[in-house]
């Protein structure tokens, strides 16, 4: 079978690498260049290959029929117009182009279960955020039957682990930092996710604040999101709302049980369970929303919107 020739840019940080693994296990693509900038030079070895980092400025762009841009918030959009320019498709998993950032509002928003028909043969996608996946999809299904009480509060408390602070050394992410501890940040509705969601929101009709309370849990990889939702009438069979929703998707799982991280991680898949609050005069949802922020949350999504800018079957190389 011939392969199409992939590249990624920024391929050391922890979405790079998952990118990298996902790549090298792909059916349909081959990874023909990765680039890193502090570790150029160095050697990775994925999925029992060995990949040496190159410089990006040193790029061959031309020899990708597909580049995933992984660097950095605020550098990556001009290497994905290099890479354009250069004939690629292209994947961004930084903000640069996400809604809410005042990027170009023409780019397909990657939430895959969402905006298919935008992503299916596009040239270039925004891949979402890893908290803006868990969360948006998860309130999706309550938007489309207009079930959320217009001008109420949304209330998401959602635990990530240290791999969504990014590769960089920090001493505050150290091991004996965060083991035996759980803390919140960005406290305040300050997180920079926040615009991404609340954007995505209004476009589909929401008329309700995003109150958003981010928390680090001392694991690698994984979120779990507990979102509070005040209806605007009552539901008997909560979870049939989501079943109907996502009843043909093969990457969201609808759970009678409240997830968990080791139901996910390592996995491209969103598992979602709901329930009614009890002793509240209002009816109000309890919904759970899990992801591996490294699969689902960024590399594996970004991969599933590959597949369908490819002409491949969206499942393809994928773990589910």
Not at 81 to 110: H, N
Not at 308 to 319: C, D, F, I, R, W
Request: hydrophobic residues 45%; aromatic residues 4%.
């Amino acid at each position: 079978m011939h392969k199409v020739p992939v590249g990624v840019l920024g391929a050391s940080g922890y979405a790079g690498r998952e990118l990298c693994a996902l790549v090298e296990r792909h059916p349909g693509l081959e990874l023909v260049f990765a680039t890193a900038h502090g570790q150029r030079g160095q050697t990775l070895t994925v999925a029992g290959r060995d990949v040496t980092f190159i410089p990006t400025e040193e790029a061959p762009l031309n020899e990708a029929r597909l580049v995933f841009s992984a660097l950095p918030h605020g550098t990556s959009l001009e290497w994905v117009e290099r890479a354009q320019a250069a004939g690629a498709k292209v994947v961004d998993l930084s903000s640069d182009l996400r809604p809410g950032s005042g990027g170009e509002p023409a780019v397909p928003y990657g939430l895959t279960e969402l905006n298919r028909e935008e992503v299916s043969g596009a040239d270039l996608v925004s891949n979402p955020g890893c908290y803006p996946t868990a969360i948006l999809l998860a309130l999706a299904p309550l938007l489309s039957e207009g079930l959320i009480e217009p001008g109420s509060t949304v209330s998401v408390a959602a635990a990530s682990g240290v791999t969504g602070a990014g590769y960089t050394p920090r001493p505050d992410l150290l091991f004996a930092e965060i083991i035996e501890d759980f803390r919140a940040y960005g406290v305040g509705n300050t997180h920079r996710h926040l615009a991404e969601m609340n954007a995505v929101l209004r476009d589909r009709g929401a008329d309700v604040d995003l109150i958003f309370t981010p928390h680090l849990l001392p694991v690698a990889r994984g979120i779990l999101a507990t979102i509070v939702v005040r209806l605007s009438r009552e539901i008997d069979k909560p979870l049939e709302l989501w079943s109907r929703a996502y009843a043909d998707e093969p990457f969201v799982e609808v759970s009678a049980t409240t997830p968990a991280l080791r139901d996910v991680v390592r996995r491209n898949v969103v598992r979602i369970s709901a329930v009614k609050a009890a002793n509240t005069r209002a009816p109000v949802l309890i919904i759970t929303s899990a992801i591996d922020n490294l699969t689902k949350g960024a590399a594996g999504q970004a991969v599933q919107n590959a597949n369908l800018m490819l002409g491949m079957e969206e499942v393809a190389g994928l773990p589910a």
